[in-house]
């Protein structure tokens, strides 16, 4: 069987935290703070650093949860999981709907006739709802957690394969992302379209992180380490960076010769490009060597917000969702302008830390139980995975 | 910040060429007007003296009310040229029914182009395609065969991508649709009306209230009527040399 450590690497918590943020700042529109946010800067966002380290941790928590309650207990745990992330794409749904109704009750303006019929779903809502449910209609935005929930619903076959042959389900999970590319396979959306982040393609980047927690980080290391691979992250990091920087400063674009042009485009978020997982990768191996996994750092205050918005993902995304809806009306009904967009970001990250470390307080103080009985022998998946 | 940062790049060309009647407001977003492609078979259609120009458009294209047609943007730009080319015979036709996605145009693309003969296509798409959540590539590829029709019919091609519209961002994923947009456009060496970030520019800057405003038919008007001088402006400089392509060959210029 893997090696499975059994310390909590913080540094998942951490740097999931932070993705979780960078979410929320780039799920507002036009918000100027997301300028900071990663994928200005490079092929790849945080969507892949939460996928990743959503399949590291569900490997770590259900894997050890397999040890101890076997298959079918941990299997049925994991299905519970992927019922409450559907329960919460529901309930944001119903807030999606809030506020398109709104618009629509308020806004009528001549220029955007054309605009407006996105709200004449409104018009028959027997089926809109019906394939909200069937997690076929796509609202903006909340494209992640259908991923999330089918990622999740496979997930109980695929850890029972990683623990047993590592090297297989991780090929397997490989050859069926290539299968994907060359078929064209993905889930069909409504009214038009398919899911915007392909469950076939990214299943590779969750599968990837689960093999990793379950032993495959540890035989990577060697590698990881090599400053060949450093050198080669470095270099491709910087070549992401200028083709971004082409993207904003349109003088630049015809220095990109039309052969890189030809080969690099169109970069395929819908499908997990090649180009976004390598930039991931790199990103990766850079973070590794910068962040070790004892970095004092990790356990001081200055990591805490992250720390604890990472580890109760599935709440603080949620949360950052309702909270870049709430952003944009903010910017609509009060003000755009600049200091508006500070303040609402940083107001919503605030509220992101203080909802986590209110779930934080509120579970081990539930965890401790009413009476004097030993505290149950369950071990802790609900923050988890 | 986007802008902010293509305005300090861009800076000399604030001070760029502007007709009299171009209304102040329009100029605000004149800098976003810099062609790094020519239009080879307008220029020469100009010398020619005779103009036929296309647009191809959806629901964004046109405004409603009796006297919507002549205050959209096609009938300002013809307005706009003919003021600029006094000796040309300018013809702007368009082809302008709302909800329709790029494939759908594309498909009947072939029977406007062999209809009007224009030397010059504008089309402008991207809209109802983001409503529709149409799958991306299948848009890259509606794209590329409108492209790819217009030009072996004789004609160069303007794009022009969705409208900025702040109140429904949080609704229709329209900048993703305007992105590949730009890249198609970058691909095929076309020039791009960037209308996303110009018309965001005007509401970043305070120039047009695109937010509130509820049933003002006037700001609407203002807007297609500074789309249409822009257009013109964007001709013209595509014409002249290919524009920013000569200050692009210089590193540094645009400091």
Redesign the interface.
Known sequence: MAPVSTERDLRLDLFRGIALWLIFLDHI??N?VS?ITIRNYGFSDATEIFVFISGYTAAFVYGRAMDQHGFVVSSARVLKRAWQIYVAHVFLFAI?LA??AY?AH?????????????LDFLKNPDSTILQALLLKF????MDVLPLYIVLLAWFPPILWLLRRAPSTALIASAAFYSLTWWFDWNIP?W????W?FNPFAWQMLFVFGAWCALGGAQRLSRWINSPIVITLAVFYLAFAFFIALS?????L??YVPKIV??VI??I?K?NLDVLRILHFLSLAVITVWFVPRDWPLLRSRAAWPAVVCGQHSLETFCLGVFL??AG?FM??EVS?RLPMQVVVSLAGIAIMVGTAALISWYRRVERRGPGPRPPAATPRYAGGA | ??KR??LL?AWPLLAGPAMADEPAECQVAQHQI?P?FTLPHVAAAIAAKKLPILVVG???SV???SNGANAAYPARLQSALQERLPGVAITVTSDVK??R?AAEMAKTLAADLAQTKPVLLIWQTG??DA????????F?QALDQGINAARSAGADVILINA?Y???????????TYA??M??VA??HELPLFDRFEIM?LW??LGTFD??S?????D??VR?HNCIGWLLADLMDEAVKEGG??S??GKPGA?N
Do not use: C
């Not at chain 1, 796509?138 to 935005?141: C, D, Q, S």
């Open positions: 529109p036009s100027a300028w999606y506020e398109i618009v308020s806004f009528d303006n001549p220029l955007y006739t054309e605009e407006m019929g996105v796509k609202p903006v935005n959306a009214p038009k379209g398919v915007l993207w904003y400063v349109p003088r674009a015809p042009g030809d485009y169109p395929d819908t870049s809806f944009h910017f609509t755009n | 910040m986007r940062l293509a790049l810099e790094a959806a629901g964004s405004l409603p009310g709302s909800k996605t809209t109802f409503m529709q959540g149409v799958d991306q590539d299948q890259t409208q519209s702040p109140r429904t961002e949080s609704m229709i994923a329209l900048s992105d590949i730009r890249q970058l691909q965001k509401a970043d695109l937010t405003a509820p049933n003002k038919l700001i609407a807007i920013a392509q200050a692009v645009g």
